[in-house]
């Protein structure tokens, strides 16, 4: 059973589309953690409030980034 040629291309596609979704996500959430640690550090916080302010605040923005890429038309 031979499988059409121009099929595999659009499962490379999709596979490479949707993991650099995941990678891009896992950046954002870093970024923003990684700058509420810093200003916790700065500030000689006790507790790491920025940090779960801008972590939480990445998730946001990541998660946007996500259904604004999915719901864009090719």
Avoid: C, H, W
């Avoid at 409030?49 to 719901?71: D, E, P, R, W």
């Amino acid at each position: 059973m031979m499988t059409d040629p121009n099929e595999k291309k659009k499962d490379f596609s999709n596979f490479a589309k949707y993991s650099s979704i995941g990678f891009q996500m896992l950046a954002t959430i870093g970024v923003f953690a990684f700058a509420g640690y810093k200003i916790d550090e700065y500030r000689n916080s006790k507790t790491p409030i920025f940090t779960a302010i801008l972590s939480l605040f990445g998730v946001i923005l990541s998660l946007y980034q996500v259904v604004k890429q999915l719901n864009k038309k090719e």
